[in-house]
């Protein structure tokens, strides 16, 4: 072998490591198909949600591969699960729900910041930072900005108790880049 050639390969061996080192890591990767839907904050983090659980106000769920690794690596993997009137719900809306249950993402499309209010007469989600609620009933639009877009939407299908992605988001997760 000669030099040139040796050089091309020891570089080609170095950028296959540099690409596998980019891999997203599990903890940071999108949901994923199969995924099950567990508990985010608290004494139970990281337990499965069961559908008994799930009753007025909105619960705050990551995606739990079924290795065992919980997607909690990003605000963007932050969901928000709850439960609703099956009448209410918008044929959107309905497509990515499981019976009256629907996950939304937690990630705001202003600006990114974390989903927290609950306004349960008027059925919104509400973003602490600037305002923006969300009607989860009609596929979290827009009800009030600054947000531009509605939340990005999760397909679920409820199996057994528990919950697991059914697909991908409806769209981008948070805010368009600049």
């Excluded at 990003?74 to 249950?101: C, D, I, V």
């Excluded at 947000?147 to 528990?162: D, N, Q, S, V, Y």
Aim: hydrophobic share 40%.
């Amino acid at each position: 072998m000669n030099r040139r050639r040796a050089l091309a390969t020891i570089g080609a061996l170095g950028a296959g490591s540099v690409h596998a080192g980019r891999a997203p890591k599990p903890r940071r990767m999108k949901p994923q198909v199969d995924d099950v839907l567990v508990h985010a904050f608290g004494a139970r983090a990281g337990v499965p949600i069961v559908a008994t659980e799930v009753v007025a106000a909105p619960l705050n769920a990551f995606p739990k591969a079924p290795d065992g690794v919980v997607r909690d690596g990003s605000l963007h993997n932050q969901l928000l699960l709850l439960r609703l009137e099956e009448e209410a719900m918008t044929a959107k809306t309905q497509r990515y729900a499981s019976g009256p249950f629907v996950a939304y993402s937690a990630s705001c499309t202003h600006t990114g910041c974390e989903v927290s209010g609950w306004l349960p007469e008027e059925q919104n989600l509400v973003c602490p930072c600037h305002g923006s609620r969300f009607d989860i009933a009609d596929a979290a639009r827009v009800a009030l900005g600054p947000a531009p877009k509605p939340l990005a939407m999760l397909p679920i299908e409820r199996t057994g108790e528990l919950f697991r992605v059914a697909g991908k988001f409806s769209r981008r997760v948070g805010p368009e880049p600049l």
